[in-house]
T-cell receptor, first 111, second 112 residues
Framework: AQSVTQPDIHITVSEGASLELRCNYS??????LFWYVQSPGQGLQLLLK??????LVQGIKGFEAEFKRSQSSFNLRKPSVHWSDAAEYFC?????????FGTGTRLQVFP | SAVISQKPSRDICQRGTSLTIQCQVD?????MFWYRQQPGQSLTLIAT?????????ESGFVIDKFPISRPNLTFSTLTVSNMSPEDSSIYLC?????????FGSGTQLSVL
């Protein structure tokens, strides 16, 4: 069965520090991959997506992610975190018109 | 992108009652999706709703508990029936545009 693993449940970083959130997937074909962010009590906002082509994709709010087929990974990165980035981050893979989500990573940012 | 409006945004309900959640999209879409996010958990697909046909439910979800309507290409409702405290969750509506899933702001349901 298709699955998505986010190994880090909770990450704490200082404002201005770099960030990398890990995501590993299990999928038989070429995956469609997504990163979403959820602020408390809110819905999901799309940060970026990967369908094909360039394996380094740029998203909104200064985020980027790199698709590595050999490692079945799609890690999310940001060079300098802002306090407003504190939220829950979800990685997801599209499995024939439905999304399979990881368990999420909660990001806490200290000033 | 799509503008997806969900109502209500939150509600507190008594056990045994039912709540209907509405989802309105600003463009016509073939499929609409309903997800559940239990407290502290990730999202799980409840069902997929196509206009003019019965919804397709995922394993563990049944029509009697979560009836869905899809009267046209821009609107859908999800009803949570005979609620219990275990139904306390965020319920989210989703649509795909250009193979990209977009989500509404969700309905936060608390069942007492």
């Amino acid at each position: 069965a298709q699955s998505v693993t986010q190994p880090d449940i909770h990450i704490t970083v200082s404002e201005g520090a770099s960030l990398e959130l890990r995501c590993n997937y299990s999928y038989g074909a070429t995956p469609y991959l997504f990163w979403y962010v959820q602020s408390p009590g809110q819905g999901l906002q799309l940060l970026l997506k990967y369908f094909s082509g360039d394996t380094l994709v740029q998203g909104i709010k200064g985020f980027e992610a790199e698709f590595k087929r050999s490692q079945s990974s799609f890690n999310l990165r940001k060079p300098s975190v802002h306090w407003s980035d504190a939220a829950e981050y979800f990685c997801a893979v599209d499995d024939t018109d439905k999304l399979i989500f990881g368990t999420g990573t909660r990001l806490q940012v200290f000033p | 992108s799509a503008v997806i409006s969900q109502k209500p945004s939150r509600d507190i309900c008594q056990r045994g009652t039912s709540l209907t959640i509405q989802c309105q999209v600003d463009s016509q879409v073939t499929m609409m999706f309903w997800y559940r996010q239990q407290p502290g958990q990730s999202l799980t697909l409840i069902a997929t709703a196509n206009q003019g046909s019965e919804a397709t439910y995922e394993s563990g979800f049944v029509i009697d508990k979560f009836p869905i309507s899809r009267p046209n290409l821009t609107f859908s409702t999800l009803t949570v029936s005979n609620m219990s405290p275990e139904d306390s969750s965020i319920y989210l509506c989703s649509v795909e545009l250009g193979d990209v899933p977009f989500f509404g702001s969700g309905t936060q349901l608390s069942v007492l």
